[in-house]
């Protein structure tokens, strides 16, 4: 495999692995972000993988563009897809409900499946961490079901309350932190995702799999949960 | 040696160099907006140039020193005052217990970095104290709540000797001239008039601008690509969204965004652009990669080299 290298900073090239998003390209993602690690050594300043890039940010005082595009050479070469060892499972606890989740119901209507159904397609799959950004901890993951693909609100919310669960398009992710977001919201979870205590900072990382769970507003509370119901204005 | 805030202003915040190695986390990079006035505050108390330092912005700020040290100033000229004496950036001074320094507000520029010896201390967080608000991330208290007025700072290292900036060194950063940009990304996206157009043309610093990124008002620029799979921005990123209006990404910028992008302002120009207020009128200029690093890599040596010949 040779990625596309292009140039988007003074200090930063962009490795274009794959031109669709899709589950398979994982595998071949971690190899390559491990590789990358280790062909940069202290020379990388970070490194942002998402669906189908890396950004390369290197140390220019240490490298140069020429020497730091032979180093992402070097990484490639012989790259097979890594088995998903690293991959964890994680089953995240979900309150699904229209006090949490505006957009349950108008989804349920407009995908024909009522609000029971469309917990039960949303929990039945598990899906995969594409992708942290947006915020600290905030995992793209996907891919939802056809049927339940929504595009994000036009105008987005202001104030979406920390562990808020939303879809858009083929993608679900959770709000870790209260923040603005257009994501359409179905329920809510109690479960810590970023947090100083968590090894790694992070409750999970790009390849591993999430199921959620659905429970109830008992036992929402019991794990923690805050059950404020969600201010419909925008 | 500690000081403590009477009046916090609009948003005054502890930064240092920000956070590396952790974007892939969805954190931020944070840090000094303007790096090149916070090297600059901190050099002229003999710091490390990374040293934490307050971020200033606008004024209608004012500190009341709790004992005898000396203090720094670089960046944007917001008519400071020691004691109703005026204290112009780009210099080290002492202070005494009790006397209020103060920044009332912008003559020149938009952030003015406040050093002190060996830097303001604060407990890092993910290896760093940059305060980012939306990440409740670093600051004075580690959950990025920016200063505020009754905060105490402190600091440990031992005064030095007031001294100025090198001779020649402009103590603004106040663009002169066209911002300097390294082109890339999706840049073959961009419509000929469009590109022809991001460069001859005039672009105003909206009011629309914080730490997260800096909006510029001027013609509309079109992409042949509506949406794109999202991924890594860089510092400095251009970004333009579908109105056409571009968004220079700053330090506090989201790890990953899905617009198409011209290419990133160098280093040295996000400083300047993060000194410019809305209403500024500036220009763009391309630059090729290898002389963008070999300036980048000329400007980082300026402080090792003043610093040897101390």
Known sequence: MTPRIEVVGVDSLMLRLFDQIDEGNMPWMLAATQRVREAFGPALRDLVPSYTTLLVHYDLTTIDDRQARQRITDAFEGL????????????????YDPSVGPELEPLGKRSGLGATGVIDRHSSHTYQVFALGFAPGFAFMGLVDEILASPRLQTPRKQVPAGSLG?????????PLVSPGGWNLIGRSPTRLFDRELDGYSLWQPGDRVRFIPIDRAEFIRLGGDDTPFEVTP | MSLLIERAGAMASLQDGGRSGVRHLGVTQGGAADWVSQAWANWLLGNSLQAATIEITLGNFSVRAETDSCLAVCGADLKATLDDQPIVPGRSFAIRKGQLLSFAQPREGVRAY???????????VLGSCATVRREQLGGLHGDGRPLDTGDRLRWSGAPAAPRELPPGQPRSLSPSGPLAVVLGAQIGDFSGQSLFDAFNSDWTVDQRADRMGVRLLGPVL?????SMISEGVPLGAIQVPPD????VLLNDRQTIGGYPRLGALTPLAVAQLAQCMPGTVLRLKPVALESAQREQRRLLATWQRTTAER
Do not use: K, M, N
């Not at chain 1, 879809?167 to 679900?172: F, G, L, S, V």
């Not at chain 2, 406040?114 to 890092?124: I, R, S, V, W, Y």
């Open chain 1, 80 to 95: 097979q897809p890594t088995a998903g060892a690293s991959a964890r499972q994680h089953e995240i606890p979900v309150w």
């Open chain 1, 167 to 175: 879809i858009a398009d083929r993608q679900t992710a959770i709000y």
């Open chain 2, 114 to 124: 406040l050093a002190a010896p060996g830097g303001f201390l604060a407990t890092p």
């Open chain 2, 222 to 226: 079109r992409s042949a690509r509506e």
């Open chain 2, 244 to 247: 056409g209006q571009p968004i």
